[in-house]
Each structure stands twice: as structure tokens, then as C-alpha cells.
């Protein structure tokens, strides 16, 4: 009875500390009975003005703080009411728990010391039991203890090690954490209050052609130093610290520090929403004790050893008896989904690394991952690569980042509305919220025009973004250029890839190139032969030269994602797809039809087996809105590189020299046909196929009709006035 009563007082203890309510009013009666016993501890001496201040609650709180804690009584009331503060602003549970146990065997030891020290002087310690001198009745306990077993040093020598072992079991955690929320609320209270002065000052400067960096950014918190850290590793593409050119890697880093513009502040970003839990536990251990009920009916011995609760997920862990045929756990979703009142149920048999069968179920309330939740972790900002984005939390609830770099190239399928352009706006606004448009520069095809055309001016775009299906081509073909270009000068400098070669000395520093495509089955509908060669092309030989690709489609069918592509690109994530045949084509595996959308994914990196169930990030259009127009303040580069591209993009060549006369010919003969312009010409097939081509897309010929020739659309006159000065 004693057990239960005590568990049942635990319970209802922990039901207090979850509950935010709960929790913030306990902590502020914390605070403010500290507040009124210091304040009547420092008038102890005038009984009558104590009285008339604190009133008799805080007479008796002082004299029973004199009687425990003697003269120690003020530290010991300002250590509680700092525990309160930290009540306040700390949601962890057992993070709360073990500070409060913390907190008070600090205050025990130290009222312990106290004593010792305080009357070592004077007469034995047996004799000096005073409360209100010393260490009160409680260091006069630990300190008579102590030295009747240990002798005075003794007693110094074994608080110490108490304190120590202490110190780093409890304390340095919550140390670092408070004062890290502390840093990160000034540095809130101070953007919040000089946002608009900085504005001002950013405008002046670049009237008067200088820059005014603003430290209301995420770089503020750590520090100069970090940032000067992070800007040695963009410019010098990762150099070794070793290297031999250091003048030049700080004249780098210094120019790349004063750009134009400063990084996004995390401001920018909503913040995640607390979610009342209470009453959690409970639903839990429901649902545990329903399943295990549900297996024993149908004659199955197993035991739910572990209960996982993600953000949109709950895992139930089975362990069955020995003899127990996996096959037959497995065969009973649908009854377990009835059982449970829950749908879609998974289940993942074995769960990887341990001896249990899995059972994934959705959440009764979900709760939303904001992506500032995820970017404001240090793992994030410290991540050594230029390409880390955030991919969202796991079922256990660790955020989980990737490197695209590594990937080296990723393909997200999903139906619509399950979150796909979401996480795909998610991965852009990662890298813009790390790198300048000197570090990471983006080539985005978007034929559906309403997902990408947000994008439109920011400085990191190579080329305005596309929207016309029918030009995907030409720039594809450009991104091969661009990288048989970079190979070029990778084999000049006799690097082996794009980091090595910025590690050389050189004025030319190569930036990473994210080729982005949108809707892969609109392309692959339009030219797909076409399509697929460019892209199988850059996933073979892009990664060396710093250029990879992320592609998505809501149609992951076979004659969209065709077996070239799937094998040259091994990354995927795929959201809830209709059927078990779309997620074998994305996955190579079922299961994604059983994803309960809204973000749940499964991510396949190139190195594991099995995919990882995730909860990707929310954004929303204002987020999204406010990180854009931050990028949009600044200089565009953009216009001079889409002119270069647009000279060469067209048809992705330069007209043949023979194509005016060829065109002259055509409007003699009054049509035109291959076999007519070797004949006349006395060329080959391949190079009157050419010119033909080249006639049609501009105009001066009709298409192909067969047998038929070609109409003539143009005159001698039109044709002169139009093409005088080509």
C-alpha cells in the first residue's frame, strides 16, 4: 500500500511538472515565497518592521529558514528561487526533476561546510547546536556526522568530493542551457529594439558605399569568433588548418565576412508552439495494454517492452516468446488497427538494431515541427558542409540533418498535398539561411510556375527561375556545359574536385551548383530522351564538380522515374504515395502507402538498407515570404549570367553557315524537304536534317507532315527584314 501510494503521489507530481500551467504557477509561488523570505531575513532584527513588510507568512518562512539553514539562510533562499526561475523556463520533465534534487543536495553540503567552518573556532561542534548560528539544525546534522567519522579534513576532503561529483552529474547541462536561453532573449530584446536603427544605418552605408553588418543574426549569440570561424570555412572551401597561405585565407575570409549582405536572422522563422501534454501517459499505456490484449486473443505470447511517442507517431516495441513466427504478427495489422481505433497501422518487423517487432501507429494529436526548431540547433550552424539541410525529427525525437553533398543527388516523390513542395522549400531556405550567393548559387525549373516563381530575384540564382517546359532542355544541356567547364578546370589545376581545387591559391573560387526540378513528369511528357540523358549525365559526374541535383515528382511511375534515373540517383525520399506499385518505384519497397501525409516521410540515404521514418518541418508562405525579401535587398548579379546563358540556350547552338542560303533556297523552291537541300546544297543527310531543323524553330518552315513536304511560312521580303543585321 505504502509503494502504491507513493507512485500514485509521483504520478501526480509529474502531471504537475508537464502541464505548463501547472508548472509556471508553481514555479512563481517558488519565486515569490524566496523573494518574501529574503526580504524578511534582512530586517530579522526589527521585529516590528519585518512584521509590518512581509506580514506573518514571511516572518514564519524567515525563522523557519534561520532554525534549518542558520545563518546560510539567505543563500538558501536566493538558490530556491533561482531554481524557480529555471522552473519557469525549462519544459523537460526530468531535466526539472534532476536539477530540484541537485539544488537541494548542494544547499545540504554547503550548509554542512558552513558549519564546520563557522565554529570551528570555538568550542566542539556538540556544543554549539544554536540553530541560528552555523549551518542551522541541518549543517549542524552534516557537519557533527561528518566529523565524528572523518575528523574536520576529513569532512572538508569528502564535501568536495560530493561537490565535484555533483557538479558534473547535475549541473553543467543546465548551466550551459540557461545560459544560453538567457544570451538568446537579450540578443531577442535587442533586435527587436534596434531592428528598424539597423535598417536605417544598412541604407546609409550603402549610400555612402560601406557596409553596416547588423549582429541581430544567429551569429551574435556565439559570438564574433564563430562567425569569423564560419567564414574561414565558406571562403577556403574546408582548408586544412595547417595550410600554408594563411595571409591569403584572411583576406578571403574578411572579404567574404563584409558581403553585401549579412545572413538570415532565425527571426525570420515562427516559433514552435507548446503543446499541452497532460494526460499523454495515460493514452499510452491504453493503447499498450489494448494491443497486448489484442495479441493474446489471437493466441500470440508477446510483451510491449518499450512505448515511443514522435511528433505525429507512436511505436509500440513487442518482444514475442521464443518460437513466436514474426509472419504471424505481421498478418494481424488490420485487427490491431481495428483493435486500436487506428489507421494506417505499420509494422516494422524487426525494427533495426533490436530484437523487437515494431507497431506504428499515428498520434491522437499531432504536433506541428516548426523549422525553426530545427535550424536553431548548434548541430545546424556547426555542420561542416555548405549543403547541410535540415530533413526533420525521428520517432525517438532527434532532428535529423544531410549532407546533399554526400547524397549526392535526391529524388522526392509524393502525392499531392502530402508535403513535398514543403519540404522542397524547406531545403532551399536551409541553404539561404547558411551560405551567400558566392558559396551556393541554384538553377530552378519549375513548369508548373506557382511553386519555384517565389524565388525570382534573389541573388543565388544563376538564371531566372524556368517556367516553360519546353526550355528545360537548353538549360540542362547548359548544365552540362557548366560542368564539363569545371572539369576543365579541375584538370588545369590537377585537382581531383571542387574543394581541392578552391583550396589552391587561385583569384576563381567555384561555388556549389543545387539544379532544382519541380515536376519531373511535365519534362519527361515534353522530351523525355532528352531529359533523361541530361540528367543521367550530371548524376555521374556532377558530384566532383559541385553540382548536384534535387528532383520531384508527384507521378512516380516507371515511365517517369525510369531505371537510368533510379540508378543514378540513390538518395530518395518519398512521401504517402496511392498505391504499394508507386512506392516500388521510389523505394524499391512497400510501405510508403501507409504514410500518414502531412509531412510523414520516408528518407533513403545512399548508405542504408532500410528507410528512415521522419517528420519533416512546417513552413509557411510567410516564412517563406520573409527570407525572400531579405535576399531580395540585396545587389542581383542574376541579369548578366541569364544574358550569357540566354545567347547559347535558344537551341543550344549556333546557326549552320549555310542556313540563310538554305533558307533562300526553300522560299524559291516553295517548300522544303531534307532530300531538296542535298541535292542543291550537295550536302550529307545529317547536316540538311540540321539546317531543317534549325528553319522550323525559327519559324521560316513549317513541322513535319509526313510524306508531304514542308510549308514555306515566310517571304523573301519578311525574311530580309527580319534577319538584315544575323
Known amino acids: ?10 504520478n501526480r507530481i509529474v502531471d504537475i511538472l508537464q502541464s505548463r500551467i501547472a508548472r509556471i504557477a508553481l514555479a512563481v509561488a517558488i519565486m515569490a515565497i524566496s523573494i518574501l523570505t529574503i526580504v524578511s531575513l534582512m530586517h530579522v532584527e526589527n521585529v516590528g518592521l519585518q512584521t509590518k513588510m512581509t506580514g506573518l507568512l514571511g516572518m514564519w518562512c524567515a525563522r523557519v529558514m534561520t532554525a534549518l539553514f542558520g545563518t546560510g ?3 538558501t533562499a536566493a538558490a530556491i528561487g533561482a531554481y524557480g526561475i529555471y522552473m519557469s523556463t525549462n519544459e523537460n520533465t526530468s531535466e526539472i526533476k534532476r536539477v530540484g534534487w541537485g539544488t537541494m543536495m548542494t544547499i545540504i553540503l554547503f550548509s554542512g561546510a558552513w558549519h564546520i567552518f563557522s565554529v570551528s573556532e570555538n568550542a566542539e561542534i556538540s556544543t554549539k547546536l544554536s540553530p541560528p548560528q552555523g549551518g542551522g539544525l541541518v549543517g549542524t546534522l552534516v557537519a557533527k556526522t561528518l566529523t565524528g567519522i572523518f575528523g574536520e579534513i576529513g569532512a572538508y576532503i569528502f564535501l568536495a568530493s560530493c561537490a565535484t561529483v555533483l557538479y558534473f552529474s547535475v549541473f553543467p547541462k543546465s548551466t550551459i542551457r540557461i545560459s544560453r536561453e538567457t544570451i538568446s532573449s537579450l540578443v531577442g530584446i535587442m533586435q527587436r529594439t534596434a531592428g528598424k536603427s539597423n535598417r536605417a544605418f544598412n541604407r546609409l552605408f550603402a549610400r555612402s558605399g560601406g557596409t553596416y553588418q547588423s549582429r541581430g543574426d544567429h551569429h551574435a549569440a556565439a559570438g564574433s569568433e564563430q562567425c569569423l570561424s564560419r567564414g574561414k570555412k565558406s571562403s577556403i572551401g574546408m582548408r586544412p588548418e595547417n595550410s600554408e597561405d594563411e595571409d591569403r585565407q584572411l583576406e578571403r575570409v574578411i572579404t567574404n565576412y563584409q558581403a553585401p549582405h549579412s545572413l538570415p536572422p532565425l527571426e525570420l522563422l515562427d516559433k514552435t508552439e507548446i503543446v499541452d501534454n497532460a494526460g499523454h501517459d495515460n ?6 495494454n489494448r494491443l497486448q490484449e489484442t495479441l493474446v486473443n489471437f493466441g500470440i505470447a ?12 507512436i511505436r509500440f516495441e513487442i518482444q514475442p516468446a521464443p518460437g513466436t513466427k514474426i509472419s504471424r504478427i ?4 488490420d485487427d490491431i488497427a481495428l483493435a486500436l481505433a487506428a489507421s494506417p497501422v505499420r509494422m516494422e518487423a524487426p525494427v533495426p538494431g533490436k530484437a523487437v517487432v515494431g507497431i506504428e501507429i499515428p498520434t491522437h494529436e499531432s504536433r506541428i515541427i516548426r523549422l525553426s526548431e530545427l535550424v536553431s540547433n548548434s548541430q545546424f550552424f556547426q555542420h561542416p558542409s555548405r549543403l547541410a539541410v535540415a530533413l526533420g525529427i525521428n520517432i525517438n525525437g532527434n532532428a535529423v540533418y544531410m549532407d546533399i553533398a554526400r547524397m549526392p543527388h535526391l529524388l522526392i516523390a509524393g502525392s499531392t498535398g502530402m508535403g513535398k513542395s514543403v519540404c522542397l522549400n524547406v531545403l532551399i531556405c536551409c541553404l539561404l539561411l547558411r551560405n551567400h550567393p558566392s558559396e551556393v548559387q541554384f538553377l530552378m525549373i519549375d513548369p508548373k510556375m506557382v511553386e519555384l516563381s517565389v524565388y525570382s530575384g534573389i541573388p543565388h540564382l544563376v538564371s531566372p527561375v524556368i517556367t516553360q517546359a519546353k526550355r528545360a532542355p537548353a538549360v540542362l544541356r547548359w548544365a552540362v556545359r557548366e560542368m564539363e567547364r569545371r572539369y576543365e578546370l579541375l584538370a588545369q589545376a590537377g585537382a581531383k574536385d571542387m574543394n581541392k581545387y578552391n583550396e589552391h591559391p587561385t583569384d576563381t573560387v567555384l561555388p556549389y551548383l543545387v539544379v532544382i526540378i519541380d515536376e519531373l513528369a511535365d519534362l519527361m511528357l515534353l522530351a523525355g530522351r532528352e531529359i533523361e540523358d541530361s540528367i543521367c549525365r550530371l548524376a555521374q559526374m556532377g558530384r566532383a564538380a559541385g553540382i548536384h541535383l534535387v528532383i520531384a515528382t508527384q507521378r512516380p511511375s516507371v515511365d517517369v522515374v525510369t531505371g537510368l534515373i533510379k540508378a543514378n540517383i540513390t538518395s530518395r525520399i518519398s512521401f504517402a504515395v496511392s498505391s504499394q506499385v508507386d512506392s516500388r518505384t521510389i523505394l524499391d519497397m512497400g510501405g510508403a502507402e501507409k504514410l500518414i501525409g502531412r509531412g510523414d516521410m520516408f528518407f533513403m540515404p545512399v548508405e542504408a538498407s532500410k528507410p528512415m521514418r521522419l517528420q519533416g518541418p512546417f513552413l509557411s508562405d510567410q516564412e517563406l515570404e520573409r527570407i525572400v525579401q531579405f535576399w531580395h535587398s540585396g545587389e542581383n548579379n542574376m541579369v548578366e549570367i541569364a544574358e550569357e546563358e540566354d545567347s547559347v540556350a535558344p537551341n543550344g547552338e549556333e546557326d549552320d553557315p549555310l542556313f540563310k542560303e538554305a533558307a533562300v533556297l526553300v522560299m524559291d523552291a516553295g517548300q522544303a524537304s531534307v532530300s531538296l537541300l542535298q ?3 550537295r550536302i550529307g543527310y545529317a547536316r540538311a536534317a540540321r539546317l531543317i531543323d534549325q528553319l522550323e524553330q525559327r519559324n521560316i518552315i513549317g513541322p513535319y507532315e509526313g510524306s508531304k513536304p514542308r510549308v514555306v511560312l515566310y517571304t523573301k521580303d519578311r525574311f530580309e527584314k527580319d534577319f538584315s543585321n544575323g
Open 73 to 75: 539562510a539567505i543563500l
Open 302 to 313: 508477446a510483451e510491449v517492452v518499450n512505448i515511443i511517442s514522435g511528433p505525429s507517431l
Open 283 to 288: 493514452y499510452l499505456q491504453d493503447q499498450a
Open 330 to 333: 505481421v498478418a494481424l495489422a
Open 679 to 681: 541535292r542543291r546544297l
Open 1 to 10: 500500500m505504502a509503494k502504491k501510494r507513493f507512485r500514485k503521489k509521483k
